[in-house]
Nanobody
Framework: QVQLVESGGGLVQAGESLRLSCAASGRTASRSAMGWFRQAPGKEREFVAAINWGGVVPYYSESVQGRFTISRDNAANTVFLQMNSLKSEDTAVYFC????????????????????WGQGTQVTVSS
């Protein structure tokens, strides 16, 4: 079992930055691939970014490529999402996810790939 707790959300203006954190606990947390998804009101949960257990293979959605950076600190069992140049369309609840496997495949952009989820943190970007 892996437990996930997100933090760092808030209200910012367009163009500003936020850094989300996801603290993971559980026996296999440091060996799990980790990801971020988001869900805006009335929309499906969508993939944002993911990283393998070693922290050297990041993967991003096209909508955030070049603006967001995912990283991890395995010693602290924490995954980060640095979000720069935020836009109003980035407004959503952001969820941290963990997989039972440590690697990423093409299917990792699907919610079905991920086994554990946090409760989410709200990010609101005003224009």
């Amino acid at each position: 079992q892996v437990q996930l707790v997100e933090s760092g959300g808030g209200l910012v203006q367009a163009g500003e930055s936020l850094r989300l954190s996801c603290a993971a606990s559980g026996r296999t947390a440091s060996r799990s691939a980790m990801g971020w998804f988001r869900q805006a009101p009335g929309k499906e949960r969508e993939f944002v970014a993911a990283i393998n257990w070693g922290g050297v293979v990041p993967y991003y959605s096209e909508s955030v490529q070049g603006r967001f950076t995912i990283s991890r600190d395995n010693a602290a069992n924490t995954v980060f999402l640095q979000m720069n140049s935020l836009k109003s369309e980035d407004t959503a609840v952001y969820f941290c996810a963990a997989a039972s496997r440590g690697t990423l495949t093409g299917g990792s952009s699907s919610t079905r790939y991920w086994d554990y989820w946090g409760q989410g943190t709200q990010v609101t970007v005003s224009s």
